[in-house]
């Protein structure tokens, strides 16, 4: 009888147990969930002011937790406009219009065609003024000769080359007692 009563005593302690835990489960979800329709709205009102960026990090939080397609979708959706937004300013720097093109590749590649040619311009643009930054710089030990001429230094006046067993070495002539000497196609002095 004792047994009867021991194991009885036991079920309905498990069952209180599993009772107990299943709602404090529902009210932690529930209190969850209210907190996020709250997020939602004041999530809404960014959208409203074209504040997608901010959108994005009041929802995405929910989004996680109640892995919830809505909050999914919704996140999903301010992130794009958050891209476009970026991608269409025309005051954002380059860098970034590229970035968000490239962050927009991945999460909707369809979308990111209509801006295949606005990256290419953009990179385009880029690789030309780095290019005039390049050229705008000095030289540096280590620069190679197609570097070097790509720099403020430009082609040299003439060139002295002499072979020995240790390899080839120039030196560049550029006039006003400058000079630039490199050995087997490296920059290793100048001087000037």
């Known amino acids: 009888m004792n047994v009867l009563f021991s194991a009885a005593a036991l079920i309905v302690a498990g069952v209180i147990f599993f009772f107990s835990f299943s709602v404090k489960e529902t009210v932690q979800k529930n209190s969850l969930l209210e907190e996020c329709e709250a997020k939602k709205i004041e999530f809404q009102k960014l959208m409203d002011e074209k504040s997608y960026s901010l959108a994005v990090t009041k929802?995405?939080?929910?989004?996680?937790?109640?892995?919830?397609?809505?909050?999914?979708?919704?996140?999903?959706?301010?992130?794009?406009?958050?891209y476009e937004q970026v991608i269409?300013?025309?005051?954002?720097?380059?860098?970034?219009?590229?970035?968000?093109?490239?962050?927009?590749?991945?999460?909707?590649?369809?979308?990111?065609?209509?801006?295949?040619?606005?990256?290419?311009?953009?990179?385009?643009?880029?690789?030309?003024?780095?290019?005039?930054?390049?050229?705008?710089?000095?030289?540096?030990?280590?620069?190679?000769?197609?570097?070097?001429?790509?720099?403020?230094?430009g082609k040299p006046k003439s060139i002295n080359r002499t072979t020995t067993a240790s390899g080839v070495?120039?030196?560049w002539v550029y006039g006003g007692g400058n000079?630039?000497?490199?050995?087997?196609?490296?920059?290793?002095?100048v001087q000037n």
Do not use: H
């Not at 929802?59 to 958050?82: F, H, P």
């Not at 000079?179 to 002095?189: E, I, V």
């Open 88 to 153: 269409n300013n025309p005051k954002s720097s380059a860098s970034d219009r590229i970035q968000n093109i490239e962050l927009l590749e991945k999460r909707n590649p369809d979308l990111a065609k209509k801006y295949e040619k606005l990256k290419i311009s953009l990179v385009t643009e880029v690789a030309k003024r780095d290019a005039m930054s390049k050229k705008q710089r000095g030289v540096t030990i280590g620069m190679t000769p197609e570097e070097v001429v790509a720099s403020s230094w």
């Open 59 to 82: 929802l995405s939080a929910c989004s996680v937790r109640l892995e919830n397609e809505e909050y999914k979708n919704l996140v999903q959706t301010a992130e794009v406009k958050s």
């Open 169 to 171: 070495r120039e030196q």
């Open 179 to 189: 000079y630039l000497y490199f050995m087997n196609g490296k920059l290793d002095a």
